[in-house]
């Protein structure tokens, strides 16, 4: 509505004015008055070009006092784009975010169909060594209804032997064929006892079995639960730490005592947790095992350089409130950049304008980086080195726009750059000078 009432206020302003100087026009032209010496005809060609001029100055006015919106644009155009700059920055940022969140969430349901496969596979073997163990259970109890029959029968044979024995007038061809017959079923028991002790140890094997199938479908059924959980909060909440971002990292001495070492690493937790963004995000850190700080030491311990730098990174996903598992990486620590020493210089000889001169400061970053690569600074596990934020990039690129001279950019190190940290605006400056 507002475009509207400006585009009819412009269009009759303008007419006024059109109006009022075509019949000033006019008038100049009957009387044949000349301005500065000029000739009549002349006059009123400068006088039509001067209300055209009019035309435009009040027109832009007009735009300015009643458009707040064409005001920023004409007034502002500069911070405008500095502010475009930056959202650009923002969205490309939170896209790689969303991105490397939804990379998670697939991930982890990749996870839930292999968790469940596998324990779906497991459940069909239990279920198949349960069959096997009915299937024991009732030859077990078959093989004992045998045994019971044979010792019952072995019984009555040995009691007919003892009678016949007793009885003098029982032939020993009978006697002997009793015997025998109890010799055999003396036999069949024993080979019936040794397969019931078969079977009965085959069947403790598939209780064994089942328990450990069991307990690993619990563990699957937890780890299925855990990662459903997992996406629920990551659709749901913020991460606070992601898997792989380094935390922060710490400088040892190498010639320290085992005890030293480990009262080095527990301080750097202190220390970690003691800062505000930890405390307000109710965070910290899960103690590491004896092995993992014993493999500490032994790399500490077997370094031939002075000091080691170890470097501290989340082992998973970590939200609001919850223990952060680490990992360590252990490095022989010294100096990349010393204080004072130029990185990265570049020569400017004309004039930039704002996306140009961005564009240059964020190159001399990308080769500072490349530089410091080569000398052994240390990337995180998602390959990145620098920390420059944007808007320190666009405060450089101003800098270098209002210059107008031509110039020498360089990027000098603000004091001893170590090997274990980011390339940032506590360890970088950028310098201007006349070339």
């Known amino acids: 509505m507002i475009g509207i009432k400006l585009i009819i206020i412009i269009s009759v302003v303008s007419m006024l004015i059109a109006y009022f100087g075509d019949i000033l026009g006019k008038r100049i032209g009957k009387k044949r008055i000349s301005i500065f010496g000029l000739r009549p005809r002349t006059t009123a060609m400068l006088v039509t070009i001067i209300i055209g001029a009019v035309i435009s100055i009040v027109t832009f006015l007009l735009l300015i006092t009643f458009s707040s919106q064409m005001r920023q644009m004409l007034l502002r155009t500069e911070q405008m784009q500095n502010k475009i700059q930056e959202m650009k920055l923002e969205r490309n940022e939170l896209q790689d975010e969303v991105g490397n969140l939804k990379s998670e969430v697939t991930q982890l349901g990749d996870h839930i169909l292999t968790a469940t496969s596998q324990r779906d596979e497991i459940k069909l073997q239990s279920d198949g060594y349960r069959n096997d163990l009915e299937l024991l259970s009732d030859e077990i109890i078959d093989k004992q209804g045998q045994l019971d029959k044979l010792t019952q029968n072995q019984f009555q044979l040995e009691n007919t032997i003892t009678e016949l024995e007793s009885d003098l007038t029982s032939s020993s061809a009978q006697l002997t064929e009793i015997k025998n017959e109890l010799d055999d079923t003396t036999v069949e028991i024993e080979f019936i006892r040794t397969e019931i002790t078969y079977l009965e140890t085959e069947k403790q ?5 089942i328990t450990g199938l069991e307990n690993i ?10 990662l459903h959980s997992a996406i629920n909060r990551m659709q749901t909440e913020d991460i606070a730490f992601f898997e792989g971002q380094r935390l922060y990292g710490f400088t040892i001495k190498n010639d320290l005592l085992i005890k030293q070492i480990t009262d080095a690493v527990e301080q750097s937790f202190r220390n970690f947790e003691s800062g505000d963004e930890i405390y307000n995000l109710g965070c910290s850190i899960k103690k590491p095992s004896s092995e993992e700080l014993y493999s500490i030491i032994e790399k500490v311990n077997s370094s ?15 939200f609001r409130g919850d223990k952060i598992p680490v990992n360590f990486h252990v490095y022989d620590q010294y100096v990349v950049f010393n204080s004072g020493s130029l990185i990265v210089e570049q020569s400017v000889e004309r004039k930039l304008n704002l996306f140009e001169a ?12 490349s530089k410091a690569l080569d000398r052994g600074l240390l990337q995180d596990p998602f390959g990145q080195v620098s920390k420059i934020a944007p808007q320190t990039l666009n405060e450089i690129a101003k800098k270098i726009v209002k210059h107008r001279r031509p110039m020498k950019v360089k990027l000098i190190a603000l004091k001893d750059i170590y090997r274990g940290v980011y390339l940032d605006e506590s360890n970088l400056q950028f310098s201007i000078t006349d070339d």
Do not use: P, W, Y
């Open 217 to 226: 479908i619990t563990d699957l059924n937890s780890e299925i639960t855990g």
């Open 358 to 369: 961005r564009d240059l400061a964020a190159k001399m970053i990308h080769d500072a980086c």
């Open 304 to 318: 031939s350089a002075d000091e080691s730098i170890i470097l501290v990174f989340s082992a998973r996903n970590v």
């Open 205 to 209: 094997k598939k209780e064994k079995q």
